[in-house]
């Protein structure tokens, strides 16, 4: 056979008589051949891999990030793609994104850990580079996204809580400037108002996520103010809260709730088990992949889409005991 029919049947490019098509994929079988996907993307000017830029603080660390960079690959995978994993410890200047698109390393990128002024979305929209974000850029809301309903999950555990007689309910929110912590801290405040309970700024504090923090920020509010329950941004942070709780010598779960949110292995095994948020970052990872590739494709993608997360409930937030008397 001619190099040219080989390649047809390849790439598809042309169409070859089924007679022929069918012996040379049998030489291929019987050479063990594998098409070297590099190759032919260079050679059609197109890379048949997508990224996914992580965070640098989570980048190889967090279990939930590899859920959603699991779903991510599948996605890529199921459509005929590779999926890369940067992080953006290794792209300094928001210019530097583009890069890995103009570079043929990736055909286009799934951006995380979106800013609520995130220079990188903006940079990479006036690139004109395909792009995909887990979260949404409130000043690019042109760039197609993909997200958790991080308003909705944190509403629902706060009328849980109210529920079961909790009237100071204080939040541990994320960082400011991170569009998740914007919205976990208005499903909160939604939360309180469809509750019946007023907000009060003294019950919210901003953290880093982590447990150092929820022990830091939980124990200065039981040093202030009462609190009967917790809601947190993470796990680690309601473990945190669960630790300053104890120290204050009371009962986590009946006298103090906590409600945390990832459902890691670290709420299933706390002492009492954690009532936490599930969030779906396999599908979301998956959703990002099949959006991203829709738009390289040329197929209709959709600009947005909101994925429902799921609030476990479980000992740590029990019926509040009747006041004495």
Request: charged share 20%.
């Amino acid at each position: 056979m001619s190099v040219a029919t080989v390649s047809y049947v390849l790439t598809g490019a042309r169409p070859v008589a089924a007679e022929t098509r069918e012996r040379i994929r049998l030489a291929m079988r019987d050479l063990g051949y594998e098409p070297n996907r590099l190759a032919q993307g260079l050679a059609r000017n197109r890379a048949d891999t997508i990224a996914a830029v992580l965070p640098v603080r989570q980048a190889g660390a967090d279990p939930l990030f590899a859920d959603f960079v699991r779903g991510a690959a599948e996605g890529a995978h199921a459509r005929g793609f590779h999926l890369l994993v940067a992080s953006e410890a290794n792209l300094p200047a928001p210019e530097a994104y583009g890069g890995l698109v103009r570079g043929s390393a990736a055909a286009g990128l799934i951006v995380t850990s979106i800013r609520a002024a995130d220079p990188r979305v903006r940079a990479l929209a006036a690139q004109g580079i395909p792009t995909v974000l887990f979260g949404h850029s409130p000043d690019c809301p042109q760039v197609p996204w993909v997200d958790v309903d991080n308003v909705d999950a944190v509403r629902e555990a706060v009328l849980h809580l109210v529920a079961t007689g909790r009237r100071r309910i204080a939040f541990l929110g994320g960082p400011p400037g991170f569009v998740f912590s914007a919205d976990r801290l208005l499903g909160y405040l939604r939360g309180l108002r469809e509750g019946g309970l007023a907000a009060e700024p003294r019950l919210i504090r901003e953290g880093d996520l982590g447990e150092e923090d929820g022990h830091r920020l939980a124990r200065e509010l039981l040093g202030v103010t009462a609190v009967d329950a917790f809601v947190a941004g993470s796990d680690r942070m309601a473990m945190g809260a669960l630790r300053a709780v104890r120290e204050r010598g009371l009962r986590a779960g009946t006298e103090v709730a906590l409600v945390g949110f990832d459902d890691s292995p670290l709420a299933r095994a706390a002492q009492p088990p954690l009532t936490s948020v599930a969030q779906p970052l396999d599908d979301a990872g998956r959703r990002a992949a099949q959006v991203l590739i829709d738009l390289l494709t040329g197929r209709p993608a959709p600009a947005a889409s909101l994925l429902p997360a799921v609030l476990r409930v479980r000992e740590s937030s029990q019926t509040a005991p009747a006041p004495p008397g």
